[in-house]
């Protein structure tokens, strides 16, 4: 079992068509070297960026036990809090936002490609978090209904249930908000 969180920036086409191509990058940059900091202080692994998504799976490539939906929780409430932070270059005024995705389940990960290998993950749990995102809202973090039940064992969770939704290739889906968690404070 692995849980898996996916991100990207709210209105980023339209943010990014009011940049050159250098902002655009200086942004992105700012950006990640937030997130890149962040996520030392858990138990997860960052599997990759394209353009302003952001993937990132706990319980590999080094399994963790039953920890990895504690620790992506825990990661995508600080992320979510960071990203109010950065600064957009050319947008001093302007703010970023973050739509966050989580699931938990199997996946099947590798090194694939010969010129460039990379680490990848395959399976249906990648795809079921990748739609958590893609449905998720401004400033929330969207949770599947197997990562409400890891994060079960901790009692500190605020997670409010956020109904039956619709999810590409997947029909309805019961889904939950991650809120907080009454025992951790994220960093500034």
């Known amino acids: 079992q692995v849980t898996i969180?996916?991100?990207?920036i709210v209105g980023f086409t339209s943010i990014a068509a009011s940049c050159t191509p250098l902002?655009?990058?200086?942004?992105?940059?700012?950006?990640?070297?937030c997130f890149d900091t962040r996520i030392e202080s858990y138990d997860v692994y960052k599997v990759?960026?394209?353009?302003?998504?952001?993937?990132?799976?706990?319980?590999?490539p080094e399994r963790n036990g039953s920890?990895?939906?504690?620790?992506?929780a825990k990661m995508s409430l600080d992320l979510v809090a960071a990203v109010r932070q950065v600064v957009i270059p050319h947008m001093p005024a302007g703010r970023l936002e973050l739509r966050a995705g989580i699931?938990?389940?199997?996946?099947?990960?590798?090194?694939?490609g010969y010129k460039m290998p990379r680490y990848c993950l395959f399976g249906d749990t990648v795809n079921t978090a990748s739609r958590m995102e893609s449905t998720s809202l401004p400033q929330k973090i969207h949770i599947s209904s197997a990562t409400y039940e890891a994060l079960l064992t901790d009692d500190a969770y605020e997670i409010e249930l956020r109904g039956e939704i619709e999810v590409k290739g997947k029909g309805k889906m019961k889904t939950y908000w991650l809120l907080g968690n009454k025992n951790y404070s994220v960093q500034n």
């Open 48 to 60: 990759e960026t394209i353009g302003d998504a952001y993937m990132v799976v706990s319980g590999l």
């Open 67 to 72: 920890r990895h939906a504690d620790e992506i």
């Open 103 to 112: 699931h938990t389940g199997a996946c099947v990960a590798g090194v694939v």
């Open 5 to 8: 969180f996916f991100s990207d």
């Open 23 to 33: 902002q655009v990058v200086e942004m992105l940059n700012n950006l990640y070297v």
